[in-house]
Structures are given as structure tokens and as C-alpha cells.
């Protein structure tokens, strides 16, 4: 992997960051209600309002620590020298992978007690 391709997936992972944060922040405040496009949607969490923003109020820490920690790994890969940076990007996008299951399941988890 060349130096420009790893800018390239720094920059985009960024971008993804902002987005994951933005959407869980919306959803967790109520202002993103059950939708086809954003958000936990599975079919727990899309039954209704109430299953809806249990989920995301439950996944909205762990998915903020996760944007903010791979924000933070992507912007210190950048003043790494070049053989170290592709193992720092890595983990990165591993490590946000792993987030975002897992604040899906802790949602998942939510929005089921919600539905009692």
C-alpha cells in the first residue's frame, strides 16, 4: 500500500467517523426516529419509537468512544513514519469494526428489554 492510498483511507476513515457520530447522536436524542438508512436497524430496534431510541441511547457511549478512538489512531498514524503507519491504520479500522458490532449488539440487546 502506498503512501497516497493510506491519506486516502486516513481521510475517508475520518469522514466515516463524523458520520457514525452524527447518526448515533441524532438517533440517542430522538431527533433521527426509525428509518430504512441510518441508525441499529434490525428488527428489534425498528419496531417502534420506544425500541428505537433505547437502542441508540444504549450504543451511543460505546460508539462515541469508538469514533473518537479511531479518529484519534488515524490523526497520529499521520506523523508516524510510512512502514508504521499501515499498522496503525489497521488497527484503527479493526478496532472500529469491532465498535461498531458491538455497539450494534449492545442496541440490539436495549431495544429488546425496551419491548416488554
Known amino acids: 500500500m502506498d503512501s497516497s ?8 476513515s475520518l469522514v466515516a ?13 430522538g ?3 426509525p428509518n430504512s438508512w441510518a441508525g441499529i436497524r434490525t428488527k428489534a430496534t ?10 441508540h441511547v444504549a450504543a451511543y457511549p460505546l460508539m462515541r468512544d469508538t469514533a473518537l478512538a479511531n479518529a484519534t489512531l488515524m490523526i497520529v498514524s499521520l506523523f508516524l513514519p510510512f512502514e508504521y503507519r499501515s499498522y496503525l491504520v489497521q488497527v484503527a479500522i479493526g478496532a472500529l469494526l469491532a465498535g461498531v458490532i ?6 440490539q440487546k436495549a431495544a429488546k428489554a425496551a419491548d416488554v
Open 31 to 33: 431527533k433521527l426516529g
Open 17 to 29: 467517523d463524523i458520520i457514525l457520530y452524527a447518526v448515533i447522536a441524532r438517533a440517542a436524542t
Open 5 to 12: 492510498t493510506q491519506y486516502l483511507i486516513v481521510a475517508l
Open 102 to 107: 458491538f455497539a450494534g449488539y449492545q442496541g
Open 46 to 55: 425498528r419496531k417502534n419509537d420506544k425500541t428505537w431510541l433505547a437502542a
